[in-house]
């Protein structure tokens, strides 16, 4: 059973349009939020990540809103750029140190010029 | 500058052949874990070490074995591969056990195993 979705499995944008990948969870007790990004032969590497004790958390052109009640969490890109074309992956982990992360299984960017 | 790093990035083994996958980080963190992902699906957690604590998931096989024999290495072990192992097997370290600010994973590129 996932608790971890991401429904879309790729995603096409146009460059410099914004970017909305999208992401569902479960589990009520995770409370740490994190989003991967993964470059083909590369490992993921950390993008941005956002506390339960928030709703919004922006990094540069990265922002990622969480919806607790909803149990839905978005991160935006804009504008998008040809470098952004990867897989991004969407985290979640509970409040006990001994938590792990749960992934989804990605979401597919393509950044068309 | 690598700070995880894998060897080898590929490995072809035979089906019931002892297999072994090698990580070694230059970030000193507490915590090394492995992975296995296949192909569209999440990444798996297989185990992790908190220094010389071993945790091993529920649900991951006897197959699968994993030494530490100091901070900065981790071997995973595949003790007799089947045609189902064959994955992606991810390494990735963390300062501490708790994921939050500051303590995100950090990956290597992965090792593609390939059982025939």
């Known amino acids: 059973d996932q608790q971890v979705k991401q429904n879309s499995p790729s995603l096409s944008v146009q460059e410099g349009r914004i970017s909305i990948l999208n992401c569902d969870y479960t589990?009520?007790?995770?409370?740490?939020f994190l989003w991967y990004k993964k470059y083909p032969a590369e490992g993921p590497t950390f993008l941005i990540s956002?506390?339960?004790?928030?709703d919004k958390n922006e990094d540069g052109r990265f922002t990622v809103f969480l919806n607790k009640s909803a149990k839905h969490l978005s991160l935006h890109i804009v504008p998008s750029q040809p470098g952004d074309s990867a897989v991004y992956f969407c985290a979640a982990s509970g409040g006990d140190r001994d938590d792990k992360i749960i992934f989804g299984k990605g979401t597919r960017l393509h950044i068309l010029p | 500058d690598a700070m995880v790093i894998q060897n080898p990035r590929y490995q072809v083994t035979q089906f019931g052949k002892p297999v072994t996958l090698s990580c070694s980080q230059t970030l000193n963190h507490n915590v090394m874990y492995w992975y296995q992902q296949k192909s569209s699906q999440a990444p798996k957690l297989l185990f992790h070490y908190y220094d010389k604590d071993f945790n091993n998931e529920a649900d991951t096989p006897d197959n699968f074995q994993s030494r530490r024999p100091n901070t900065s290495f981790c071997f995973l072990d595949i003790r007799s591969p089947g045609l189902g192992d064959a994955a992606m097997y991810l390494c990735?370290?963390?300062?501490?056990?708790?994921?939050?600010?500051?303590?995100?994973?950090?990956f290597g590129p992965g090792t593609r195993l390939t059982v025939t």
């Open positions: 990735a370290t963390s300062r501490d056990l708790w994921i939050g600010s500051g303590s995100e994973q950090y």
């Open positions: 956002i506390s339960s004790i928030k």
């Open positions: 589990n009520s007790m995770f409370d740490y």
